[in-house]
């Protein structure tokens, strides 16, 4: 796919002195940048001046009336891999609104974790609460860490291990009834398995067929909506009478009703058990003493139903594309799972015996990284770098990119899990991985989709292998909230007879 760009000039955009300096001595600067990079050691804070944002280079191609919105909704990973060599800050136009988009990781990192009071989530998390509501992912400040704390409970690492034969139990159901050479449209099935776990883990119940169809029927157009409300130059284009606005609506309706419905259901049938829906009815504000509002209770519940199913689903469906891509990196992966599981069911010991499928799970997160636009918005007058900011400017910048940056990961497209070796880790800058995010708004639940991830995983490799049977390209699909494959079909053979399956890649 190429979307990685080796010639990056990260100097650019610097004042002016600093920026004549990197031009005349261009290979001693850059290998001085890198190596501070490397090690965490870049100072992303000048001196003593700073710059307002209007001097900010604007990225080129932008369009009359429009800007750049056609460039980002036609293919925004080559844009925002291309605006490194332009500096670390890059102005973007949305219609006659600017967007700023960061291109350097520490930058990124300072914004998230040291000044994350100054700024709020921005306009794509305004926009999501038309279907969200107030849930943990589209509120901020006071509410946002009220909430958090509310819900904390259910992802606290002593509950993992709890949640792993849950896992284990939906995985070995979901593959049982795959037959030996017959094709999956894998990241369907991917997303019915993680639909099926979240539905457990929080109503103690799978969603009934009618139910589980409509979440799937749903998902697809409430994610690509909320892209689409974030690039649409005015907030009047989401009142058009055009298909997609009214899919949109029509969605999120369907998942109101479904999840007010559920939660009813639950409400009134007695004992829920221990699952994540009896916490958020019992938990009470250790503040306040108040319990939570049944609408916020639904709004949780809501982003729960597609935040939990969806990502996890595709980096399923991405670690096993890449595993049939990769017959040595397989090969070694499922030589560990029989060496430590020898056929037998995965418990929550043996994840921590399987480090080189931890390793895959990890490369497989970096090299697939679902989401490739992050916004924040600047509370008051806010200074990043040696850029200040008016209040109300909007910050963007994609994980999914940094995350192929070759200043951070060389030779970034390829897929190589010794890149999670302890040695490798310590020479990157803790800022050069934020597939969750970073700061006090990181997300609640990576520790328990990344054990979603290797549970499903170990389960699938003590009984299948799985070939590549696509008839064309997999690619990338990123006109939604996450990178989804396209055309990724894959053939399952047990293991008896799979010796040497699997392809390399062409």
């Given at each position: 796919?190429?979307?990685?760009?080796?010639?990056?000039?990260?100097?650019?955009?610097?004042?002016?002195?600093?920026?004549?300096?990197?031009?005349?001595?261009?290979?001693?600067?850059?290998?001085?940048?890198?190596?501070?990079?490397?090690?965490?050691?870049?100072?992303?804070?000048?001196?003593?001046?700073?710059?307002?944002?209007?001097?900010?280079?604007?990225?080129?191609?932008?369009?009359?009336?429009?800007?750049?919105?056609?460039?980002?909704?036609?293919?925004?990973?080559?844009?925002?891999?291309?605006?490194?060599?332009?500096?670390?800050?890059?102005?973007?136009?949305?219609?006659?609104?600017?967007?700023?988009?960061?291109?350097?990781?520490?930058?990124?990192?300072?914004?998230?974790?040291?000044?994350?009071?100054?700024?709020?989530?921005?306009?794509?998390?305004?926009?999501?609460?038309?279907?969200?509501?107030?849930?943990?992912?589209?509120?901020?400040?006071?509410?946002?860490?009220?909430?958090?704390?509310?819900?904390?409970?259910?992802?606290?690492?002593?509950?993992?291990?709890?949640?792993?034969?849950?896992?284990?139990?939906?995985?070995?159901?979901?593959?049982?009834?795959?037959?030996?050479?017959?094709?999956?449209?894998?990241?369907?099935?991917?997303?019915?398995?993680?639909?099926?776990?979240?539905?457990?883990?929080?109503?103690?119940?799978?969603?009934?067929?009618?139910?589980?169809?409509?979440?799937?029927?749903?998902?697809?157009?409430?994610?690509?909506?909320?892209?689409?409300?974030?690039?649409?130059?005015?907030?009047?284009?989401?009142?058009?009478?055009?298909?997609?606005?009214?899919?949109?609506?029509?969605?999120?309706?369907?998942?109101?009703?479904?999840?007010?419905?559920?939660?009813?259901?639950?409400?009134?049938?007695?004992?829920?058990?221990?699952?994540?829906?009896?916490?958020?009815?019992?938990?009470?504000?250790?503040?306040?003493?108040?319990?939570?509002?049944?609408?916020?209770?639904?709004?949780?519940?809501?982003?729960?139903?597609?935040?939990?199913?969806?990502?996890?689903?595709?980096?399923?469906?991405?670690?096993?594309?890449?595993?049939?891509?990769?017959?040595?990196?397989?090969?070694?992966?499922?030589?560990e799972n029989r060496e430590v599981l020898g056929g037998r069911p995965c418990e929550y010991e043996d994840v921590g015996r399987m480090p080189y499928l931890r390793q895959v799970v990890m490369e497989t997160v970096r090299r697939h990284t679902l989401t490739w636009l992050v916004m924040r918005r600047t509370r008051t007058e806010f200074t990043l770098g040696d850029i200040r900011f008016p209040e109300g400017t909007e910050l963007v910048f994609s994980p999914t990119t940094i995350h192929r940056d070759p200043r951070l990961y060389p030779d970034p497209m390829r897929f190589d899990p010794d890149r999670w070796l302890p040695e490798a880790m310590r020479e990157r800058p803790r800022s050069s991985f934020i597939p969750f995010g970073a700061g006090r708004r990181k997300?609640?639940?990576?520790?328990?989709?990344?054990?979603?991830?290797?549970?499903?995983?170990?389960?699938?490799?003590?009984?299948?292998?799985?070939?590549?049977?696509?008839?064309?390209?997999?690619?990338?699909?990123?006109?939604?909230?996450?990178?989804?494959?396209?055309?990724?079909?894959?053939?399952?053979?047990?293991?008896?007879?799979?010796?040497?399956?699997?392809?390399?890649?062409?």
């Amino acid at each position: 796919m190429g979307l990685a760009r080796s010639g990056s000039r990260p100097g650019e955009g610097a004042p002016d002195r600093q920026r004549h300096a990197l031009r005349r001595r261009p290979y001693q600067a850059r290998h001085r940048f890198l190596a501070r990079y490397r090690r965490g050691k870049f100072a992303v804070m000048s001196a003593a001046t700073t710059i307002p944002a209007d001097r900010v280079p604007t990225a080129p191609g932008a369009l009359p009336v429009v800007g750049h919105v056609p460039a980002l909704l036609r293919s925004p990973l080559p844009l925002f891999a291309s605006l490194a060599e332009h500096g670390d800050v890059v102005r973007l136009r949305l219609g006659s609104r600017p967007i700023y988009y960061l291109t350097n990781a520490e930058l990124i990192h300072t914004m998230l974790v040291k000044q994350a009071e100054q700024l709020d989530k921005g306009k794509i998390f305004e926009r999501s609460q038309a279907f969200l509501g107030n849930g943990l992912a589209t509120t901020d400040n006071e509410f946002h860490i009220g909430q958090r704390r509310l819900i904390q409970p259910a992802f606290v690492p002593g509950r993992l291990p709890g949640y792993v034969t849950l896992i284990r139990e939906q995985a070995e159901a979901a593959i049982s009834g795959w037959r030996p050479g017959k094709p999956l449209q894998f990241a369907r099935v991917m997303n019915e398995l993680a639909l099926n776990v979240i539905s457990v883990l929080v109503f103690s119940r799978h969603l009934s067929q009618a139910d589980f169809a409509a979440v799937r029927g749903a998902t697809p157009h409430i994610l690509k909506g909320m892209i689409l409300r974030t690039v649409y130059p005015s907030s009047r284009f989401e009142r058009l009478p055009i298909p997609a606005n009214r899919r949109f609506d029509t969605a999120v309706e369907t998942l109101h009703e479904l999840t007010g419905r559920v939660i009813e259901e639950g409400r009134s049938g007695g004992d829920l058990g221990d699952n994540v829906m009896s916490l958020l009815l019992s938990a009470e504000d250790p503040r306040t003493g108040r319990p939570m509002d049944p609408r916020q209770i639904r709004d949780e519940v809501m982003t729960m139903l597609i935040g939990g199913s969806e990502t996890t689903a595709l980096q399923m469906a991405w670690l096993f594309h890449e595993l049939s891509l990769n017959p040595a990196i397989a090969e070694r992966v499922y030589a560990e799972n029989r060496e430590v599981l020898g056929g037998r069911p995965c418990e929550y010991e043996d994840v921590g015996r399987m480090p080189y499928l931890r390793q895959v799970v990890m490369e497989t997160v970096r090299r697939h990284t679902l989401t490739w636009l992050v916004m924040r918005r600047t509370r008051t007058e806010f200074t990043l770098g040696d850029i200040r900011f008016p209040e109300g400017t909007e910050l963007v910048f994609s994980p999914t990119t940094i995350h192929r940056d070759p200043r951070l990961y060389p030779d970034p497209m390829r897929f190589d899990p010794d890149r999670w070796l302890p040695e490798a880790m310590r020479e990157r800058p803790r800022s050069s991985f934020i597939p969750f995010g970073a700061g006090r708004r990181k997300c609640i639940g990576d520790a328990l989709a990344l054990l979603e991830v290797t549970v499903v995983a170990a389960t699938i490799m003590t009984r299948w292998r799985l070939a590549a049977a696509s008839a064309g390209e997999v690619g990338e699909n990123v006109l939604s909230a996450a990178v989804a494959p396209t055309n990724l079909v894959l053939r399952p053979e047990p293991l008896d007879s799979a010796a040497g399956a699997g392809g390399g890649r062409s």
